[in-house]
């Protein structure tokens, strides 16, 4: 049977990966003998942006599928939507069926709420949606199909849930589709300056962890399960070789929920040796041991980890239990054989105060300077099926949320007054209550620190240890004192700093609970890391301004603090002291790669300099091929 499959448009990011479910659906299609189209409007946006309806209609016409399927995530489901509408408008025969993250966790809701949808798929698609492609080429009834859910003349049928899939007999996606998905028309998006080609394949699917915030691990109903080891590595193989893909996240809500699956795929990728790396999900309390170095020697690039919170008391509430020995460890011990640490955080959990969240920005500072890389923090959602979910919580919309996700830069009105009426529907924009602050503080205090941490990570670390648990309650002062900050200014890194520099140093001006040897030390932290940032981006910034000599590709400017000795501090988690306020220099030089590293100088270094010693020179120099 012909079928179209569509994904909206989904972000706004100009470099765009395949729409990984609807592959592998679209691979379970063709072996089933079904004759499977895609449709990515996410990719087709690019090209024509604000097009995708008609895009889509012309698709249909160009097609004539007989079932048209949809996939949503939360983000787009609105997107979703409208393009059903679309297709009965073009064929009133069409059959139209959905599922994904978001229709396929809420099946009843979006049959009860889009009168053009005829099927809706809760949970894992491939086994229910063959089976209904198979009743109706044979015109048998649906009734006895899993997980499906459909109108009759009495009300909406939801079906009994269908068995999991044995992910271990699933053959290799990538290579079935040539005929149907042009990986070209992907591998053209990365960027030309990109020093990776990454895409992501699937490796297996459910974590058997219950996180109360999760919603991920409840649609995979909490069974841990993996691709074969061949198939995996076939797929690396045939996407490195053919189209140049030479990084893979490897898609596993927790693939090192089983070690020895890990050890083995290891050993798969030397065997191979392919020129590849790879990432995955991992747990802080999972100790990896000697295998940390396997991985790592086999390509392992990065692992994320989701920390959530510093408090023990939000860890037992959300069920997760890491406690903070765990959390350095592993990232020390990941650090140590060369794998990076994605660490992320969750503020705004009901019960958590301003004390709470002060103590988790203060741990992401932390983790940020001890290696970790990168550290994101968002504030809570909450999305079907998580646990979280279910409660009946205090919450009201929030447009900061749906801004972060929504598809393009502009939202037009018509969708915030959709989204806005329909909470049980949308409910990851509806943030519930806090002790922490209001909403507009927490999503504030969201957008201060995550673009801190990326850009002014020192700032953000130091600002964290000096106000310890009064960090939130001196944010909010600030923002009382100096009003918003808009996402609008944040957009590149110089944005960043031209906008959050200027922010803190009023801040910190304005604040007389602090000491100042504290001003001071935060004031030449800010300076230093605006020079630094000025002197990445462009030779001619602010940072040639402040500059005392210069060189090829190198600079040095005066600084009144001791950097190396903030970081290692910050870095261990002990306190900032006032002889780290001490008169020097700093040297920034840029390699070949663009990497940039840093040094002080003392007096005695810079008179040397000034006279154009050339050991010193020779020093500067050397750095730029390291």
Known sequence: MKILLVQPPLTMSPEVHPPLGLCVLASHLRRAGHDPSLLDLDLEEKSRPGEYVQTFRAAVREHN????????????????????????????????????????????ECLRRIPQ???AIRGEGEASLTALLFSLESSTPTQGIPSLCYRLPGGIQ??????????????????????????????????????????????????????????????????YRVKSIGCIVDEMRYLCEEYGYDTFMLVHDLLTADRDFVSDFCDAVFDARLPVEWTANHRADISLGALAAKMRSAGCLSVFMGIESASSRIQKEMHKGLTHGQIMSTVHSLRDVAISSTCSFIIGFPSETAVDVSDTLHLAGRLKMAGAEPVQVHRLRRWPPAPLAALDLEASFDLEALRLEYPSETIPQEDIKTIEADPAFFMGYFTPETQAGSSFQMAQLELLFANLLAILPITAAALASIYGERLVAAHCDALMAQGAISRADLSTALGVRDTLAPYIAAWVARDDSLKE????????????ERARIGFMATAGDESQATM??????WT???????????????????????????????????????????????????????QRDPEILSILESTISQ
């Open 65 to 108: 599928p007989r079932v048209i399927g949809f996939t949503s995530m939360f983000n787009n489901s609105l997107h979703a939507e409208r393009l059903i509408q679309a297709a009965k408008g073009v064929d009133d025969g069409i059959i139209t069926v959905a599922g994904g993250s978001h229709f396929g966790a809420l099946p009843r």
């Open 117 to 119: 949808l005829d099927f």
């Open 158 to 223: 939801e079906n009994h849930a269908a068995s999991l899939l044995d992910l271990d007999g699933v053959e290799p996606t990538w290579s079935g589709l040539e005929t149907i998905l042009d990986l070209k028309r992907y591998a053209a998006t990365v960027p030309s300056d990109s020093p990776r080609k990454a895409i992501y394949i699937e490796a297996g699917r459910g974590c058997p962890f219950a996180c109360s915030f999760c919603a991920t691990a409840p649609f995979w109903e909490r069974r």
């Open 517 to 528: 040897w504290q001003r001071v030390l935060l004031q030449g932290i800010l300076a230093y």
């Open 548 to 553: 005392v000599a210069s060189g090829s590709n």
């Open 556 to 610: 040095v400017f005066p600084a009144a603090i001791n950097v190396a000795e903030i970081l290692r501090k910050l870095a261990d988690g002990q306190e900032l002291t006032p002889d780290l306020c001490a008169d020097g220099y700093i040297a920034l030089s840029r390699n070949e790669n663009g990497a940039v590293r840093g040094f002080s100088f003392g007096g005695d270094s810079m008179s040397r300099l000034r």
